[in-house]
């Protein structure tokens, strides 16, 4: 009988057990060390808020509040998240409302997920021609560049597919918000300088946004009668008071009344509203380094770029390389620069431009790209020609999108059950148009200024979607969501999701250190960095490789990101929002008495 002969090793077992414990612990920590050294903290570096519970993440305090208190009662990630943009209308309302629209990738926890399309839509009237005469509409302002907005279409689909609660139960606390009032962010009240004169061209924008003519200070008590009234009767009749209904009207009125201002042109009809749709697309779902990456579809170009670049990306050991290396910056410059080429020329509305999506999101085709990168050289490149593209493309490739004021928000939020959700909303640039209807208190958005020139795949056209950059994203490993994540800042967002994702996954950064740290953004050959938590021999040394650097210092103002994310080995929750913006994170602190 074996088990009575002694054996060699059965004594010891337990102490070698111990032994290899402690060298694994050691090992764990030798690594962790490595990587957390390896993440400067910047100044304005704060750790994420952790829980075991729910988490929201935004740049706004009131709208956070929001988001969690419809946790704490027992409402999933898609009831906070709707619930949450609605007070992000009365609470940061230069950025976000039901006068805009925006994208979101929601994850159930049993792995299914969906993407929401709320953006918004040209007019039936508008054609490629229409931005190109002189106009208000060239300042990023007035009444043309009013796209048809979604946010509360998307918002309704949401809650109709993934809620538990009702729209007017999501809209009743943004209502008393703007009833009642909130208190003006310095953010808010820096923005409204910066923007008081468009927001005087337009006397109810100007009465809703400015006292006297002077921005809010920071810390006073900004009310909105009349975005209550919108969103309480919006509570009462549903979707159709806006969309078929007295908003609408109010709206389409301004736009025949409003024009205070020579070429103040405008297009927008009642029966764009009547017309208007949000729209569940298939999201992007892609690969890295063993994670699944779970993205916007067209016509946010977000998705794609990301997921072109971490194919591009791929064939390189960045972990190896290290962090702010000159060889991982030159590489993520290197592999953005030929998705943006890929970006510019063919990314458009998928219902009315054939867009090579699978094709621009495969492997191969990243690794076809990637043979293009001379690692000692910068260069500039032309679009590739994906799998699936066909003659049918147009010929030239837009930018666009090159408003340096462009502004949005972001929201991200996992429940405790494990559902996540990435929104991201915007009104466009910060106050949109800067048109506010008289009696409908909230802004309307300037998002048509992000279609291209005629002649492109992002030409506008009549009730065409403009392109956008909003990248709301879900990192999953195993079956965790790990990274839901998504920013502001018009076409520098992408770049804050993909430096966060890199940061997670590659350099193993917990999400704090990832959203705190430096930042690169070259679309098309001048790199801007965030440098001050650069070495200099790497700075000299990617200047040798030919990049233009444009030194922005330790904290650039642009993109802001929020992510939030769940432990895979712990469970624990954390979230963070971008030093470079308003902290806005909070934890859920207590389940529900009755957790539907
Ligand atoms: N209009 C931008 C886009 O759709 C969003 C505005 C912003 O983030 O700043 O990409």
């Known amino acids: 009988m074996p088990w009575c002969y002694p054996n060699p090793w059965t004594g010891n077992t337990k102490r070698v057990r111990k032994v290899l414990a402690l060298l694994l612990v050691l090992a764990l920590a030798a690594l962790t060390a490595a990587t957390t050294a390896s993440a400067r903290e910047g100044s304005r570096f704060h750790p994420a808020v952790e829980t075991r519970l729910g988490i929201v993440a935004t740049e706004s305090p009131a709208a956070a509040q929001v988001g969690r208190d419809v946790l704490e009662r027992g409402g999933n990630a898609a009831d906070a998240a709707a619930a949450t943009v609605f007070a992000l209308n009365a609470a940061r309302p230069q950025s976000c409302g039901i006068g805009g629209g925006g994208f979101l990738v929601y994850r159930e926890a049993n792995g299914r997920s969906d993407s929401i399309d709320f ?80 927001l005087k061209l337009f006397p109810a924008a100007a009465a809703q946004f400015l006292q006297n003519g002077e921005p809010y200070p920071a810390g006073s008590i900004l009310r909105q009668p009349d975005l209550a009234r919108s969103l309480e009767l919006i509570a009462r009749k549903g979707t159709r008071a806006f969309y078929g209904g007295e908003i609408a009207q109010r709206i389409v009125d301004d736009m025949h009344t409003g024009a205070t201002q020579p070429g103040d042109d405008h297009k927008l009809e009642l029966g764009d509203f009547k017309a208007y749709r949000s729209k569940s697309r298939r999201p992007l779902v892609g690969g890295y380094r063993g994670r699944t990456i779970v993205s916007v579809p067209p016509p946010s170009s977000g998705g794609t770029t990301l997921l072109e670049m971490l194919n591009i990306l791929s064939g390189y050991d960045l972990r190896g390389l290290g962090p702010s290396s000159a060889d991982e910056l030159h590489f993520v410059a290197e592999a953005q620069k030929l998705a943006w080429a890929d970006r510019n020329k063919y990314v458009a509305d998928p219902d009315f431009v054939d867009v090579p999506t699978a094709g621009l999101i495969s492997p191969r085709y990243g690794a076809q790209r990637r043979a293009e990168i001379d690692p000692a050289h910068a260069q500039t490149y032309e679009p590739g020609t994906p799998p699936q593209s066909s003659s049918h493309h147009k010929p030239g490739g837009s930018p666009a999108d090159t408003n340096p004021q462009a502004s949005t928000t972001h929201v991200s939020i996992i429940d405790s059950r494990g559902n996540a959700i990435a929104l991201t909303c915007t009104i466009e640039q910060e106050f949109g148009s800067a048109v506010v209807a008289p ?111 444009a030194r922005v210092g330790e904290y650039d103002i642009r993109p802001r990101v929020q992510a939030a994310g769940i432990d895979p080995r712990t469970g624990v929750r954390s979230g963070v929002s971008d030093p470079r913006t308003d902290q806005a994170t909070l934890a859920q602190r207590y389940r529900a008495r009755r957790s539907r």
Do not use: C, W
Request: net charge negative; hydrophobic share 40%.
């Open 119 to 198: 953006r918004e839509t040209a007019p039936a009237a508008f054609t490629p021609d229409t931005l190109v005469p002189p106009g208000l509409h060239k300042t990023f302002t007035g009444h043309l560049t009013v796209g048809v907005p979604g946010t509360l279409a998307g918002l309704d689909l949401l809650l109709h597919r993934y809620g538990t609660r009702s729209l007017a139960q999501s809209i009743a606390p943004a209502a008393q918000l703007a009833r009642r009032g909130v208190p003006v962010e310095q953010s808010l009240s820096d923005s409204m300088a910066a923007n008081a004169d468009r």
């Open 439 to 549: 009696g409908t208190g909230f802004l309307l958005n300037n998002e048509l200024t992000d279609f291209g020139d005629p002649g492109t795949a992002n030409e506008p056209g009549p009730g065409k979607r403009p392109r956008s950059s909003m990248a709301p994203t879900i990192v999953v490993q195993g079956r965790t969501p790990v990274l839901v994540v998504g920013g502001a800042g018009g076409a520098r967002i992408i770049m804050g999701v993909v430096d966060s994702v890199l940061n997670v996954i590659d350099f193993g950064y917990d999400i704090a250190h990832a959203v705190d740290a430096e930042r690169t953004d070259d679309p098309t050959g001048t790199m801007t960095i965030e440098d001050a938590r650069i070495d200099a021999s790497v700075l000299d040394e990617l200047t040798a490789r030919g990049h233009t650097l």
